[in-house]
C-alpha cells in the first residue's frame, strides 16, 4: 500500500495491509460455531439461541431450501424484519451458494415487484404478516416458485410464544397473522422441523456473488450492488482489524440497525458472526423503550447505530436512572453526528463513539475515525487498511484537487463492488479506471481526514434511509390531477432531511397536502411519502426545459433563514 498521510493516524496496532484469510461468509458461522457453541449467539426478547442452535437451524433450513430448488446461483429474497429467522435464512442460502437479495419490509408492492423481478428471484423468505399484507397478491407478477413464511414468534420463548401472536395480530397494521400451507407456501419452522441437518456440500469462492445489495441511482431506478464473497468477508475483516480489543466470544452486539441495510447486515450481523459476539436483535429500531431494554438487559458491549438512535437514547424519559455503562465501543454511520449528542452519549455510557463512511457499493465501510488516536468533529475518519481515496474534480475526475478542496470523493478497495446487476451502463459511470465515483462532495486536510459537504446526485437522507426524488416525482406524476412535480430534500433535526415535493396541478384541478400523501403511500415506502407539499403554479426550469431543484432548494433555504430572523 502506497504511503499516504492518514497512515500516521492508524491506531498502533492496526496495518496498512492485510493479510486476508479466503473465509466466505458461511465460514465465519462454521468457525464460531465450532469455538464458541455455547455462547450466546443471538438474543431476541426472552430467548436465547447459541451458536451451536444457531448452526443447527442453519444446516436444517439449508436442507429444506435445496429441497425446494435452492442450489449454486439461485436468488433467494429475504424481507424480514431483525428476528431470528432472518439471520437463519440468510445463513442457510449462503451455505447453499445462493445469492442473497435483502428487501425493505416497508417496500410497497409496486417496489417489491421490481426489486425480485430485476434480480430474478426464485425463492423469498418473509415474514407472515408481509406474505398476508403484500406478497400474497403478486401472484405472477413476480417469479418466486416458493415462499417460506416466518412469524416473529416462531423464536420466543414461554410464555410468550403463545401471548405474542395474539397482541401482534391486533396491532395496526397487524404484525402477524395466519398462514395456510400450500404446495407453494412453507412455514419456516415446520421446514426446519421436517428437514435433516445434511446440507448439500457447496466450495464458495471469494469471486462468487454473495449479496445484490439494491440501492437507487440518479434516475431513481433502483438497482443491485453486486457483492462477493471476497467483498464482505474482506470488509468484515477490514472492520475487525480496525477494531482492536474485541473479546472473542464474549461482546454483545445490538442490532438494531435493519439487516436489510449493508450497514446492519456487515456490521452487526457478519461481524458479530465473525467474532463470536451475541446478536441483541431488535425488530424495529423506533421502538425505543424496547431498544433501551435491550441495551439494559442484554449489556450491550457494541454499539452500531445512526445519529437519530444514539439522539434518542440520550432523550429517553428515565434514561439517567439506567446502568448502560456496559457499552464500550460505537460505530455511526449514514448521516453526520451532531457533536452535542456524541458527547451526550459518551458522558451517560463512559463508551466512545467513531463516525464513518460506507456505501452499498463499498460493503460498506471504507473511512473510520481511529478508536483509540485522533477523532476529528464532522470528519468520516480515514480510509480503512488495503483502502486508497482521493477528492477529484467534478467536471474532470482525472484532475485531484487541491488540498481542503471541495470535488467527489472516489475510493477503492477490495471492498468495492465489481459492477451493477445487469447494468454495465451504470456501472461504466460509476467505476472508472478502478475508482468507484461516490457520488459525494467532499474534502481531504492535511492529516488525511475526509469531510462529506453534500451530495453530487440529489439523494435524500431521510434518518439513514436514500430517498431518490426521481422516483417520488414519478408516482406523483401518476396521479391523474398532477401535472408535474419535483421533490427536494430539506434539513430536518430528527431525519437529518425530510422530504418535500412541489406539484404543479392540471389546470381547473385541486388538491390538499393530505391527499397527495395518501396518494403517495400506496406506492412508497413510508420514508419516501413527502411530509410536505406546496403547490406551484410551475416549476422553475432551464433552458432545455430541466427541472431545476436547485432553485427550489436555495428558495427553501432562503425562507427558513427569513423565519429565523
Known amino acids: 500500500m502506497q504511503e499516504r498521510p492518514w497512515h500516521a493516524h492508524y491506531d498502533a496496532e492496526v496495518p496498512r495491509a492485510i493479510d486476508f484469510e479466503e473465509v466466505t461468509i458461511p465460514d465465519f458461522l462454521e468457525r464460531s460455531a465450532k469455538r464458541f457453541g455455547d455462547r450466546p449467539a443471538m438474543f431476541f426478547m426472552n430467548k436465547t439461541l447459541s451458536y451451536a442452535d444457531m448452526k443447527e437451524a442453519v444446516d436444517r433450513l439449508a436442507t429444506g431450501l435445496a429441497s425446494l430448488g435452492v442450489k449454486e446461483g439461485t436468488r433467494?429474497?429475504?424481507?424480514?424484519?431483525?428476528?431470528?429467522?432472518?439471520?437463519?435464512?440468510?445463513?442457510?442460502?449462503?451455505?447453499?451458494?445462493?445469492?442473497?437479495?435483502?428487501?425493505?419490509?416497508?417496500?410497497?408492492?409496486?417496489?417489491?415487484?421490481?426489486?425480485?423481478?430485476?434480480?430474478?428471484c426464485e425463492v423469498a423468505l418473509v415474514a407472515d404478516f408481509l406474505y398476508d399484507q403484500k406478497l400474497r397478491g403478486l401472484g405472477d407478477r413476480v417469479g418466486i416458485r416458493h415462499y417460506v413464511v416466518a412469524g416473529i414468534a416462531d423464536y420466543l420463548g414461554f410464555p410468550l410464544n403463545f401471548l405474542a401472536p395474539f397482541?401482534?395480530?391486533?396491532?395496526?397494521?397487524?404484525?402477524?397473522?395466519?398462514?395456510?400451507?400450500?404446495?407453494?407456501?412453507?412455514?419456516?419452522?415446520?421446514?426446519?422441523?421436517?428437514?435433516?441437518?445434511?446440507?448439500?456440500?457447496?466450495?464458495?469462492?471469494?469471486?462468487?456473488?454473495?449479496?445484490l445489495q439494491y440501492t437507487g441511482g440518479t434516475t431513481g431506478v433502483s438497482k443491485g450492488a453486486v457483492l462477493t464473497h471476497g467483498n464482505l468477508s474482506k470488509n468484515v475483516q477490514q472492520i475487525h482489524h480496525w477494531f482492536q480489543g474485541v473479546d472473542m466470544g464474549h461482546e454483545v452486539c445490538l442490532n438494531a440497525l435493519p439487516i436489510f441495510h449493508v450497514f446492519g447486515m456487515t456490521v452487526c450481523m457478519n461481524w458479530s458472526v465473525f467474532t463470536g459476539a451475541a446478536m441483541a436483535l431488535v425488530p424495529n429500531p423506533r421502538d425505543f423503550p424496547k431498544l433501551v431494554e435491550a441495551v439494559v438487559k442484554r449489556r450491550v458491549t457494541l454499539f452500531p447505530a445512526v445519529p437519530a438512535l444514539f439522539n434518542a437514547l440520550n432523550h429517553h424519559p428515565g434514561i439517567e436512572s439506567l446502568d448502560v455503562s456496559s457499552v464500550k465501543a460505537c460505530f455511526s454511520g449514514s448521516a453526520p453526528l451532531p457533536l452535542d449528542t456524541m458527547q451526550r452519549f459518551e458522558k451517560m455510557t463512559g463508551s466512545i463513539i467513531v463516525e464513518g463512511f460506507g456505501m452499498s457499493e463499498t460493503s460498506p465501510v471504507t473511512h473510520v475515525n481511529p478508536l483509540q488516536g485522533k477523532r476529528k468533529e464532522g470528519s468520516v475518519g480515514v480510509p480503512v487498511s488495503d483502502t486508497d481515496a482521493r477528492i477529484v474534480d467534478i467536471d474532470d475526475p482525472t484532475k485531484e484537487v487541491a488540498l481542503g478542496e471541495e470535488g467527489e470523493l472516489v475510493v477503492r478497495g477490495p471492498?468495492?463492488?465489481?459492477?451493477?446487476?445487469?447494468?454495465?451502463?451504470?456501472?461504466?459511470?460509476?467505476?472508472?479506471?478502478?475508482?468507484?465515483?461516490?457520488?459525494d462532495l467532499a474534502t481531504m486536510d492535511e492529516d488525511g481526514y475526509f469531510y462529506i459537504v453534500g451530495r453530487k446526485k440529489d439523494m435524500i437522507n431521510a434518518s439513514g434511509f436514500k430517498v431518490f426524488p426521481d422516483e417520488v416525482d414519478e408516482v406523483l406524476a401518476?396521479?391523474?390531477?398532477?401535472?408535474?412535480?419535483?421533490?427536494?430534500?430539506?434539513?430536518?433535526?430528527c431525519r437529518t432531511e425530510t422530504v418535500k415535493s412541489f406539484v404543479v396541478l392540471h389546470p381547473g384541478q385541486t388538491m390538499d397536502r393530505d391527499e397527495v400523501r395518501e396518494f403517495c403511500a400506496l406506492e412508497l415506502a413510508p420514508y419516501k411519502v413527502p411530509f410536505d407539499v406546496e403547490f406551484l403554479a410551475e416549476l422553475p426550469k432551464s433552458s432545455v426545459m430541466k427541472v431545476l431543484r436547485r432553485e427550489l432548494r436555495d428558495l427553501e433555504i432562503s425562507r427558513r433563514k427569513d423565519a429565523q430572523g
Open 167 to 211: 397482541k401482534l395480530r391486533k396491532q395496526d397494521p397487524p404484525l402477524a397473522a395466519k398462514v395456510a400451507e400450500t404446495a407453494t407456501v412453507h412455514s419456516f419452522k415446520k421446514l426446519i422441523a421436517r428437514s435433516g441437518s445434511n446440507p448439500p456440500r457447496v466450495r464458495r469462492s471469494f469471486d462468487e456473488i454473495a449479496v
Open 478 to 493: 401518476s396521479h391523474p390531477k398532477i401535472l408535474e412535480a419535483a421533490t427536494i430534500g430539506v434539513p430536518d433535526e
Open 76 to 120: 433467494v429474497a429475504i424481507q424480514m424484519p431483525n428476528m431470528p429467522p432472518t439471520v437463519i435464512a440468510y445463513y442457510a442460502a449462503m451455505e447453499l451458494g445462493a445469492e442473497v437479495v435483502l428487501t425493505n419490509p416497508l417496500y410497497t408492492e409496486r417496489e417489491i415487484e421490481h426489486q425480485w423481478n430485476d434480480a430474478g
Open 415 to 439: 471492498q468495492v463492488m465489481p459492477g451493477y446487476w445487469n447494468r454495465q451502463d451504470e456501472t461504466d459511470k460509476t467505476i472508472i479506471d478502478g475508482w468507484l465515483h461516490t457520488g
